[in-house]
Each structure stands twice: as structure tokens, then as C-alpha cells.
């Protein structure tokens, strides 16, 4: 079965320093990859996703990932974080050989970013 | 264009009893499913539904069960609820639910077994 694994339960970071949150997973077929945000009290919103094409994937906000298929992994990244970005980060995979089924997906434990001032 | 609306968003019950959760998805989208967030085990998947059947189960015993409606809404029911049942519920919906679609989760539904 499917895993993914975050490797940091916590990152605290300063404001306006750059932040790498790592992501994991075990398959060793194509997957699909995503990262999701989760702020207080809210649901899960896409930053991005990986599904083929350019391995350096850009998404919202200014946070940008990278698959590495040899690794096994798929690494977010910001240059440079704002207090706003504080929040829960989830990494998730998708299985494409599941055809038209969104399910399900298999998310990570979650990073907890936090940017102090 | 509204997004994945949840009901009701809090609710308390006691051990032994049964919950109903609801979800309104995008209007448009075909797709839903539903998801437990506990502290301990992270994001789950429960169930996903299109155009009124289950196409997809997680692993979770028969005390959960899900429905969807003719108009894309759907409910989760949890009969007998246990301690552990204790979670955010959440819902997300698709168009297609095609893999590798965006999905959007609405806010969820925070249950509290006493």
C-alpha cells in the first residue's frame, strides 16, 4: 500500500526566510502528487500538484515543489515565507491507474509551519 | 461561485447514538467525498460517491455509511458512535472526480462523542 511521509511534524521559521517542507512517498509506480494548506479552523486548500510533465511544479501563494521520481519525493518549497503562511501543510498521492476515481487519496501526517515576526 | 458547504459545523453526542453530516458540493460537481481528521491519524479517506453511487470505500467499519442525492448532495451517517469517532469530518467535491482533479473541501463538521 501506498505511504507518504512527512518528515517534520513542526517547522518554525522566520519571517522572510526561505522554508522547505519535505515530502516522501513509497510507490515506485507514476503517482500523482499534491500539497495542500489547511489554516485554523478551515478545510483543505490546493497549493499544487504534480500529475506529469516539468518536475519543478508551481503553485499558489508563491510555493513551488519539486518531483524527484528517483527519490521518491516531492519537496515544497518558498523563498521566502510571510506570518500569513502559517498554517498545516498535508502532502498527498493519488493513484492514476484508479481511472475516473478520485479516491482515494493518501495524505501525510502534516508540517505544521509556523513564521515568527 | 460557492464552495462546499458543510452542516452543522459543531455538534456534541453521546456515546451509543448515531450522527448525520451533510454536504452541499460546488453546484456543477458530481464527485463527492468525505474525509476524517483525527490528531492521530491524520486525513483519512472514508467513502467517494458520483452521480449517487459509492465509487470508492475506505477502510472503516460498516458503522459508517454515506449517501448522495439526485442533486449531487450528500450525507455521511455514523451509527453507534464510539469515543474514537471524535474528529473533523470533511467533505470535498469535483466535477468528474477524475484522478488528479482539484478537489475542494469545504470546512468541515467537528464531532465530539461524549
Known amino acids: 500500500a501506498q505511504s507518504v511521509t512527512q518528515l517534520d511534524s513542526q517547522v518554525p521559521v522566520f519571517e522572510e526566510a526561505p522554508v522547505e517542507l519535505r515530502c516522501n512517498y513509497s510507490s515506485s509506480v507514476s503517482v500523482y502528487l499534491f500539497w495542500y494548506v489547511q489554516y485554523p479552523n478551515q478545510g483543505l486548500q490546493l497549493l499544487l500538484k504534480?500529475?506529469?510533465?516539468?518536475?519543478l511544479v508551481k503553485g499558489i501563494n508563491g510555493f513551488e515543489a519539486e518531483f524527484n521520481k528517483s527519490q521518491t519525493s516531492f519537496h515544497l518549497r518558498k523563498p521566502s515565507v510571510h506570518i500569513s503562511d502559517t498554517a498545516e501543510y498535508f502532502c498527498a498521492v493519488s493513484d492514476p491507474s484508479r481511472g475516473g476515481s478520485q479516491g482515494n487519496l493518501i495524505f501525510g501526517k502534516g508540517t505544521k509551519l509556523s513564521v515568527k515576526p | 461561485k460557492a464552495g462546499v458547504t458543510q452542516t452543522p459545523r459543531y455538534l456534541i453526542k453521546t456515546r451509543g447514538q448515531q450522527v448525520t453530516l451533510s454536504c452541499s458540493p460546488i453546484s456543477g460537481h458530481r464527485s463527492v467525498s468525505w474525509y476524517q481528521q483525527t490528531p492521530g491519524q491524520g486525513l483519512q479517506f472514508l467513502f467517494e460517491y458520483f452521480s449517487e453511487t459509492q465509487r470508492n470505500k475506505g477502510n472503516f467499519p460498516g458503522r459508517f455509511s454515506g449517501r448522495q442525492f439526485s442533486n449531487s448532495r450528500s450525507e455521511m451517517n455514523v451509527s453507534t458512535l464510539e469515543l474514537g469517532d471524535s474528529a473533523l469530518y470533511l467533505c470535498?467535491?469535483?466535477?468528474?472526480?477524475?484522478?488528479?482533479?482539484?478537489?475542494?473541501f469545504g470546512e468541515g463538521s467537528w464531532l465530539t462523542v461524549v
Open positions: 504534480y500529475l506529469s510533465g516539468s518536475t
Open positions: 470535498a467535491s469535483s466535477p468528474q472526480g477524475a484522478v488528479g482533479n482539484t478537489i475542494y
